[in-house]
């Protein structure tokens, strides 16, 4: 890498973290009901939202049999899906959550190695 | 793109994004893969659906399995498509046969309407109906249907759950029940307060009259005033405890009717002759309507006349002096007679109208003098027109402005019968000496009896029990024996009256039964036990006058 660009990433990586510890996270979890799977999630995303996001997230639950219409605007392909509204860019992570390090890398707070 | 980026930070960041971008795509296609998801949503033709993967609907099917509800899901011809097994129980057969039948056979038929707006709600929303559910079996239960419509690219499905309200309803009809109970149960209570009352008022001018016979026994204007009175309010009584006796019968369904077929004409022209003197005494005016020709009814006389002399009683009874009372007699569209009592009284205010024919409800006029009354002659008289077939109303204009009572009853086919002759009343003679024998157990009124008979003349003998009185009648050899068929113990009326017949010297004798009820029933059997005639108590003295003055006179012994 040039000198420019591996400050650039530097800069960008630093963006990134600061973004980590100031905004505030916009989180919906779409379910299908009781399922185990479901339980799993929110027992997940609830975990890892106390960790790494305390005090500055939102997360709101839908099940999509109780309320069809809330999952139409998002294009939810499968359930559960974990989506990241806020900050941009919209995030998507489909499963049961269980692997928290993809969940973080989906949220924009882990870099991938 | 930021204004401090370069290009080429452009094109990283675009990379970046891309990568996102795809490696959630693969993930997303990953974890379809594997089966780590529990539904798949697909947009089809604007219209979503979430495919549930299985084991994620488990406690759905659970719920819907297990509650106590049926579910159903309709197609749009009607036809079930789904049934939960607590459905196909409630109607009294297998999922299996209930699953492609119509549904509409599982709805009583006069439930169809309901169905239908039930149905047509439902494309608009969730709506919810009672309806009447049709087992297979044909027995019914009242149910609540809720049903919303689903939607699916397939056409229109009707979901219903349906709640039997068998339960609900038969604790409804307890509630009812039990409200309908008290209210009665006070409704009695009042009555019997007032009942009280009313016996109470006559007692207080007999005594008093009482007194004024001992006092004034030398005074002949005194004492007749004082005997006016006590006999006035004795009439009261007698007909108040009638009336009550009669209310306690008819409510009980006790009342045998003895019909035969009677002219309405000659009975109630009679009837309003009866009342001439009353309403002259009132300075009451009697206009009397009746047709020449006459009006055939099957009826019994005795109880017919009861109820007129009724409607009469209380017309006099409420109009002050001066007024009006009306009786007329007409044909209704050659099937019913009409019987209407008129008055320019007091009326009946709008809101007693409905209740006024039901016994036991308070009536007191507001003008500051109550009259009395308990409404008991009222409800006999619509017992009395109902057993008939008939039915009787009231109508006023309100207070002050008099009231109109309407009686209908059915007429007979005529057929011609030769009116039944009146009895001529016979003019009193000179009384013939006869013996008597009272058999009666109250002391006073044998007593009193006793007193009344020796001063018309005739020899009297009493025994206050059966078997007193049959050795008497052996010693005695009566004419007439007045035997009082109520009596205590175990001597039976048959018994008494046979052995009577078969003692020499008393065959002829004339066994009069005094009997306490006096009604039909009671008088059929006093005659089935050999009896020759029945007065009832409290016996009337013009009757039993009467009766003596007719038996033939028997030999000389």
Redesign the interface.
Known sequence: MKEE?SS?TTR?FEQLANQGDTSQYLLKLY?????P??QRAIENIRVICEEHLKGRYSLEIVD??QH?TL??GEQ?????TLIKQLPE?L??????LSDTE?VLF?LDLRERH | MGIHETHDQALRRENEDLRHRLSEAVETLDAIREGEVDAIVVNKGGLRQVFTLEGAEHPYRLFVEEMQQGAVALGQDGTVLFCNHRFARMVGSEAGQVLGSRFTQYLSPASGEAWLGLAQMAAKGRAIEEIQVQRQDGGQFPASATASSIQTPQGNLLAVVVTDLTEQKSFERLIAAEEALKGEAARKDSFLTMLGHELRNPLAPIRNALYLMRKGIQDPVLMEKACAITEHQVAHLTRLVDDLLDVSRISQGKVQLKTKVIDLVEILRSVTLDYQPVCAENSLTLEVSLPSEPVQINADQERIVQVVSNLLHNAIKFTDPGGLVRLSVGVQEGEWCLVTVKDSGLGIPQEWLATVFEPFMQRRETIGRTRGGQGLGLAVAKGIVELHGGTISATSAGPGQGAELMIRLPLVNPVHHPPPHALAAETPEAVRRRRILIVEDVLDAATTMKLVLEMWGHTVEVAYDGRTGLEKANSFIPEIILYDIGLPGDLDGHIVARTIKATPGLEKCCLIAMTGFGSPETKDKASQAGFDLHLAKPVELEALAQVIARLPVLENR
């Open positions: 660009e650039a960008r379910v299908t009901g009781m399922t799977r479901s999509i049999y069809p999952a139409e939810i392909i499968a359930a559960p860019p995030r998507r992570i489909v499963g049961d993809r989906g």
